[in-house]
Every structure is written in C-alpha cells, then in structure tokens.
C-alpha cells in the first residue's frame, strides 16, 4: 500500500460529515453533535442517536489568522480558521474563505460552502469539504 | 449533421425547474495582465470586448463549482435531491482524468445512490449537451428530474491572448416535467470535425488555431445552429425577446446577432463575458441564467452555445408563469458578478498556481 492510499478509508468515511455537516441527534434531550457520535454524554445509555444534516449556518465564536500553516497547507497563508457555532449549537473548527479578513469577528454570521480542503501531491486524492464564508447581504440564506 | 429533439407534441412539457450559478469573487483586469508583457491594454480591452475576468479561489475547482451551482439551483427548485436521478457534469478541467466529477456533486447535493452520472467533455458546449442529456431522458420517462452542469476553471498559457479572457464559474440546470419556470420548445445541434482549438492528456494549457477559431469555427456552427433550430421550429428571429451565445469575448455574440439578425439589444442581458470572461462551458449558461433573472412569462430565449472541435447546440426556451413564484430565491448572476475583489498579477499567479513550482 502506497503512502497515497493509507488514509482513503477514513477520508470515505468521513464524506457525508464533510460535505453536508451530517452529525448526530439525541432523539431524547435533541441536543445536536458534530461530528457523529453513538452515545450521548448527558443521557448515557438512555439515550437514542440518529443522523442529522445540520444547516450549515452559524457564527464565529472565535478565530485566528494561520501565518505559519502545517504542510499541505503552505500554499493556502496567510488564511483564516475559526471555531463556528452552528445555528443548532454544536461548535466546529473550520477556514473562513472568500471575504476580506476585516469582515471577521467574533458574532459575525457565516454559512457553509464547498471547497478543496487538501490535496495528496499531484497523484494522490483530493480532499473536498465545508469551509465557511461571511453571510453576504443577498445571500439566500438570509431570505429564507 | 443536424437533429432535432422536437417537444411540441409531447402531453407533457419538458423544460427547466430550477437553475443556480457559481461565479468566484477574484477579478483581474485585463490591463493588470497586459501591464505584465508590455502589452496595450487598452487596446486589447477594446479588441476582446472584456473589462476584467473571474480568478478561482486557491480552494475552488471545476468540482466545487459545479457543488455550489448545484446546491443553488436544488434550492431554487424546491426538489428533493433524491428524486434527481441524473447528473451530466460538462467540463473541459475536470479535476480528475479518472474519477467522475459527477459523484462528487451527486453526494454533495444528497442525490445518491439511486441515479446515473457521468462527466461530459466538449470544450465550452458540455454544459449544454448535458442539459440535452437530461430532456431525452425526461421525455422518455426513464427519470424524473436530471441535473445538467456546466462548470470551469480555464487556463490561459501566461502571455498567450487567452490568459486575458479565461475565466471560471458554473452554472446548473434542473430538468423535469412538472412545475417547470422555462419550456424548452426545441433542440438542435450542428457537429463537424474542426481542428481550432484542443489540448493533449498531461498538458497545462490548450492550443488554438489563433485566427482560424472564428470564421470556420464559432461563427459557421453558431450560426448553423440558430438556423436550422428557428426553420424546425418555424420561428423568426422577431420572435425571440433574448438571444444568448457562447461568449469567448464580448465582441463575438455580438457579430453572431447581426448575422441572425437578432437585435442586438437582446443579446446584452446574456453577456457576461466582458465582467467575468469567458467560463467555457459555463458561458452560454451563466448568460441564460443571467436572462432567467430578469424574464417574463412569455418571453422566447434563443440560447446557443459553442465548443471547440467543433459543434453548437442550440434551443428556444419560453418562460412560465412559474418563474414569477420563484423571484428572489436566489443570487442573481448582476449579485455574484458585484460581489467581487480585484487581484493584481502576483496574487493572480499565486491564486491559479501558474507557476510550475506552485
Ligand atoms: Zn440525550
């Protein structure tokens, strides 16, 4: 197995909670996961788990600007990573992408879109994913 | 060689249910580029008919656009994703060379496993051959509603007049039966073999034939096209109230009105080119859906699109009622086209990693 291929059953794994932000629901408390877990912490063996396929829309609730990135990364900085707090509550890491710098604070609303999270070198699998961007004024996140 | 897939006579009309974009926000003036080779600006401004043009983001590419139009048009339309059970991706800069853009937007919009997908290659007409694709099997009953995209993120080699209009963006079309906001009346294609541009596996940039890529090429298959599409369907050019082409420049669906004698005041709603430059096989799409924000019921639109190699595919669409439920559920293309920042040339080559080193 070559070095390109050793993280594919993960990274498939994991396509529906990267594209569409499918977490979990506690069907007894309905307090919402991200990502999906199988039990939930506050009813323990009471409680009972299904997906959910969260909206996508959220906040900044805190963030950073990467000058240094990890490799894989270096050709992205400097970029933006925030941690979002998901309209229905639960909170995730991610870059915001397509908005000047200056636009992003903490409370600023933002919304899910579709990018290129990594490549694995020129041969390898191209990682696809949710990244965020400021809610502009016409978006039709808003009129809904 | 021509056909005609002839809707008139169906029960049912064929037509489209929801349609979404993707313009990314960089820009690049074409004198920023031309202050690089020395070139006038200006005068290559004037020439080509465009301003400025559209730079990916260093994260998007033919498969992300093709997501994002997608998840637009889905919710315009209202469709539950599942009951989508095709998707023609056209796209002349798939990422892969093997592994279908298709599934990547199919998972993304929730339309698996129960379709068929496929990605289409035909220079800057795939996008309309995939929404051809997807009328033959709704009129045939084989699916109920099919997706039909046309995305690209186009490469000009550095220097060469193509680095000044190659630009990116999608557009994506629901095709049904029921509730559709535009008919599409008719179809029509003109396919010959024409060597005017083409690029070999493994190769960054294209290759073009330079000034033998108008006359033998976009104008004759244009051209063609739009005829044989209004004899079959025993239309004037009167009766269209828009008319949109491919747009490789902004200056050459201009020309093509005067030949057809379209008013040439019905081809400026559909011509994004000179804001965006020219997106291949989103070009004659994002102008159709340009024309969609803005038409009444009723209104007739000629829209003809072109690829190198050569062939056009040509329709007349005539919008619903429908379309005026549907106001405002979107971006408009004039909003995705304002919403913009400019790059200068080093962050332009930075961004679409021009750079062999990149
Ligand atoms: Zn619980």
Redesign the interface.
Known sequence: MSSMTVGLPLTWRR?PER??LIGSECEICHTKYFPVRRICPQCRRKGKMKEV?LSGKGKVYSYTRIYAPPSGFE??APYMIAIIELEEGPRLTA?V??C?ARDVKIGTPVEM?????QEDGKEGL?H?GF?FKTV?G???IL?E | MSCLIGLRNCDYMVGIVGYGVHIPRYRIKVEEIARIWGDDGGGIKDSLGIIEKSVPGMDEDAATFAVEASRNAVHYSGVEPKRINAIFVGSESHPYAVKPTATIVAEAIGATPHLTAVDMQFACKAGTTAIQCCMGMCSSEMIEYGLGIGTDISQGRPGDALEYSAGAGAAAFIIGRKNVIAEIEGTCSYTTDTPDFWRRPGMDFPSHGGRFTGEPAYFKHTVNASKELMEKLGLKPSDFDYAVFHQPNGKFPLQVAKILQIDVGKVKQGLMTPLIGNTYSAASLIGLASVLDVAKPGSRILLTSFGSGAGSDSFSIVVTDKILEKKGYNRTVIQFVGDKEYLDYGLYVKQKRKLKTL
């Open positions: 396509i594209y569409n396929k050709l992205d870059q992408e397509d000047n879109i579709f990018r290129k999270i191209i696809y990244k502009s016409t978006s039709h009129q």
